[in-house]
């Protein structure tokens, strides 16, 4: 059975432009998570999708959007970058219901120029 | 503030001994889970003991839960120098009968195994 994949493995952009990171989550998996690993910042929650609907949002600016499809895969979408953007994005998906555990991607690294 | 807090940060054993890492929480969960990360990879599942449970296991790895001290730990027993890595345990929030989705993260444990 694959696993969470995310593209791509690494991107980099410079300061105000606008970024796109994709996951596909395991067949099967109805909800997709966002997560933000910063230096020195630990990994902080992002967004929760489940059935295309936004669930829940951390504390993170709507410049930090995203949308998950009928397949369930999902993009998160970062606008106006800014250099303390750089992170690694760890996307994980999880079954219907809760108490599930959340399985994560690989990750994408944003490096802000 | 992070809802979990880890103990140790840091730990350097042998080859073959056990380590044991501790984390705190501070409101009521649904449930812990502990996963490994792998220097800048993503994070690997090792397990889930939900707020009913007190103890699991699953292979090398033992899983305690004390909800009355908020407090977890994980063992890892006959360590083996691929368990170099961070590890990390996460806690879903009660939201009434449902979940916020959202695991919140402690700061991590870097345990390094000797050969």
């Known amino acids: 059975e694959a696993g969470v994949t995310q593209s791509p493995t690494h991107l980099i952009k410079t300061r105000g432009q606008q970024a796109t990171l994709r996951c596909s989550p395991i067949s099967g998996h109805t909800s997709v998570y966002w997560y933000q690993q910063a230096l020195g910042l630990g990994l902080q929650f992002l967004l929760w999708?489940?059935?295309?609907?936004?669930?829940n949002r951390g504390n993170f600016p709507p410049r930090f959007s995203g949308r998950q499809f009928p397949n369930y895969s999902s993009e998160l979408n970062v606008n106006a970058l800014e250099l303390e953007d750089s992170a690694l994005y760890l996307c994980?998906?999880?079954?219907?219901?809760?108490?599930?555990?959340?399985?994560f991607g690989d990750g994408t690294r944003l490096s802000i120029l | 503030s992070q809802q979990g807090e880890e103990d140790p940060q840091a730990l350097s054993i042998q080859e073959g001994e056990n380590a044991t890492m501790n984390c705190s929480y501070k409101t009521s969960i649904n449930n812990l889970q502990w996963y490994r990360q792998n220097s800048g990879r993503g994070l690997v599942h090792l397990i889930l003991?939900?707020?009913?449970?007190r103890e699991k296991h699953s292979g090398r790895l033992r899983v305690t839960l004390d909800t009355s001290k908020k407090s977890s730990s994980l063992l890892i027993t006959a360590s083996r120098a691929a368990d170099t890595a961070s590890y990390f345990c996460?806690?879903?929030?009660?939201?009434?009968?449902?979940?916020?989705?959202?695991?919140?993260f402690g700061q991590g444990t870097i345990l390094t195994v000797h050969p």
């Open positions: 996460a806690t879903d929030l009660r939201a009434g009968g449902t979940s916020y989705g959202k695991l919140t």
């Open positions: 003991i939900r707020s009913n449970e």
């Open positions: 994980a998906s999880s079954p219907a219901g809760w108490l599930q555990p959340q399985h």
């Open positions: 999708y489940d059935e295309g609907e936004e669930r």
